[in-house]
């Protein structure tokens, strides 16, 4: 064991996942691809919860802070996700927009998939696999109620990746065997879609009678210009439609975002200050694009607005 780190980070960077459209070759750990919220947990005097852009989060998941304080360590950080599960224990994202929304959080479930530090010491340089043997045998230590570790899947990719969208999951995560944590994209870490979705600005809505007849949708370019990706139509229930229109009215504005507005001829639009971000599940985005067949999955409250560009596939790894 090395000698414990003498500067014990207040802050990390998580370690961030690249798209690809199908699985590399090489030595890869697979997980299941969690439908959640990104989330760094650090255990030292108290328990502290961190999302992905650094916002603490610790008061919004106070059964959780509670949890993890029970493991039998100081001067730890963990990686993992928050989600909500379904009756039949399949991750929600959905229900996990409406807990965060209602400030109701007490069955949401940590999957903690890393271990960065325990006890002080640095482990981000050694290999992943150690590194996650270490954190199943730290959370075995005592008996949590809603803290998990997220297995290692074990079967070829293609495999895992089927039986994944057959159990209507999100996708797989990959892990290349022996990769550092190194707080980056790097290509060591990959993830596997089951369906194209992604995160999207709002822009504005249509108006149907005295509510919501559809979102407008952009993302930033390479320039990090805003531009328009498209409406949305479909996937709002009644609550949904409330909690969103409740979100959208104290950010309307006169003016649209966008430096170059669509014509949109025969409809109403309220335009909004672009500060919100939802989660859209599309079939395609055109040569022009534009998301085709986009159904709406919730509000994501973890990332900023600013940071929202279209996700690219790549084999660079």
Same mark, same amino acid.
Not at 159 to 180: D, P, T
Not at 294 to 313: F, H, N, Q
């Given at each position: $064991?090395?000698?414990?780190?003498? +500067? ?26 969690? &439908?959640?919220?990104? $989330? ?33 360590? /100081? ?10 599960? &379904?009756?039949?224990?399949?991750? *929600? ?12 959080? +007490? ?11 325990? +006890? ?5 340089? /050694?290999?992943? =696999? ?12 005592? +008996? !949590? #109620? ?25 996708? !797989? ?12 994209? #790097? ?34 370019? &390479? ?7 498209? /409406? ?9 439609? #409330?909690?969103?229109? $409740? ?11 966008? =430096? ?18 939802? =989660? ?19 509000? /994501? =409250? &973890?990332?900023? *607005? ?6 690219? #596939?790549?084999?660079?790894?």
């Amino acid at each position: $064991m090395r000698r414990p780190a003498l +500067d014990f980070p207040q802050r990390l960077r998580p370690h961030l996942v690249s798209l690809v459209t199908r699985p590399p070759t090489g030595d890869w750990l697979y997980e299941t691809k969690f &439908d959640g919220y990104r $989330m760094l947990a650090r255990l030292d005097s108290g328990t502290m919860l961190v999302t992905r852009n650094g916002h603490d989060w610790t008061a919004r998941l106070p059964r959780l802070a509670i949890d993890l304080a029970r493991l039998p360590v /100081r001067g730890a950080w963990l990686d993992g996700e928050v989600v909500a599960l &379904d009756e039949s224990g399949q991750p *929600a994202f959905q229900a996990l927009q409406s807990a965060f929304s209602r400030g109701v959080t +007490d069955d949401l479930v940590y999957f903690a998939f890393d271990l960065l530090y325990v +006890d002080r010491v640095d482990l981000r340089g /050694r290999p992943v =696999e150690q590194r996650r043997e270490l954190l199943r045998v730290l959370l075995e230590q005592v +008996d !949590l #109620d809603c803290v998990r570790f997220s297995p290692t899947l074990h079967a070829d990719p293609a495999s895992l990746l089927a039986s994944a969208c057959r159990l209507g999951l999100e996708g !797989l995560i990959g892990k290349r065997q022996g990769s550092a944590y190194r707080g980056e994209r #790097d290509g060591q870490w990959i993830k596997l879609k089951c369906q194209n979705r992604q995160e999207f600005v709002v822009l504005g809505y249509t108006r149907a009678g005295a509510g919501l007849g559809s979102l407008l949708i952009g993302l930033h370019d &390479d320039a990090g210009q805003l531009v328009y990706a498209g /409406r949305v139509r479909s996937g709002f229930s009644g609550q949904q439609l #409330d909690e969103l229109l $409740m979100r959208l009215r104290p950010l309307q504005r006169d003016r649209s975002p966008l =430096e170059a507005p669509p014509p949109l001829k025969g409809v109403r639009v309220v335009w909004v200050e672009p500060k919100l971000v939802a =989660e859209i599940k599309f079939m395609e985005i055109t040569p022009s694009g534009k998301v085709r067949h986009a159904v709406y999955l919730g509000l /994501r =409250e &973890d990332k900023p *607005a600013a940071g929202i560009s279209l996700e690219s #596939d790549t084999d660079q790894l």
